[in-house]
């Protein structure tokens, strides 16, 4: 329980930073996570960066997306990353880039996608954006350890 103390407050007030010119303000949602990331220029109050947030109902982050003011920042291009999870919260797709993240993964520019035992371990065939298909194997031994990754293989001292 949170003390009095304690308590999130909403809409906290920008920060400065002098040393570096910029303010930084974060807005939160009505369960106290942060929701946005707004970082501006304190001289010209011009938008440096921002960025939104959305969770489901179990809180976790489900997409990002930058800000549209590309006047300092060029990378403010309104896209972002979009996250789907499985039943116990781990990882199983994630579109980088995407035009509208908080709507779905399309026009992304690079993806990734697991499957996993129920252990929580990687199984199977799994995409992983810089490496391709990777397929993770297990040894059978009781130890949990994995085989190989295709294409790497990994090797336990009683392997050599």
């Known amino acids: 329980m949170m003390s009095e103390n304690h308590r999130l407050t909403p809409f906290a007030p920008p920060q400065d930073y002098p040393y570096n010119g910029t303010s930084t303000a974060f807005g939160y949602d009505d369960r106290g996570f942060v929701s946005s990331v707004l970082h501006k220029q304190s001289a010209t109050n011009q938008t440096i960066s921002s960025r939104t947030y959305t969770r489901d109902s179990r809180d976790r982050i489900t997409s990002w997306a930058r ?8 990378m403010e291009n309104g896209r972002g ?77 009683d392997d050599i």
Not at 102 to 117: E, T, W
């Open 67 to 74: 800000g549209t003011d590309t006047t300092i920042n060029p």
């Open 81 to 157: 990353n979009r996250y789907a999870y499985d039943a116990e919260g781990q990882l199983v797709e994630a579109w980088y880039g995407a035009t509208n993240p908080a709507v779905s993964g399309d026009g992304n520019s690079r993806y990734d996608g697991f499957n996993y035992d129920a252990l929580g371990n990687r199984k199977g065939s799994n995409y992983v954006a810089n490496r391709g298909l990777t397929d993770f194997s297990r040894k059978d031994t009781g130890l949990n350890q994995y085989r190989s990754w295709t294409p790497s293989v990994v090797n336990y001292d």
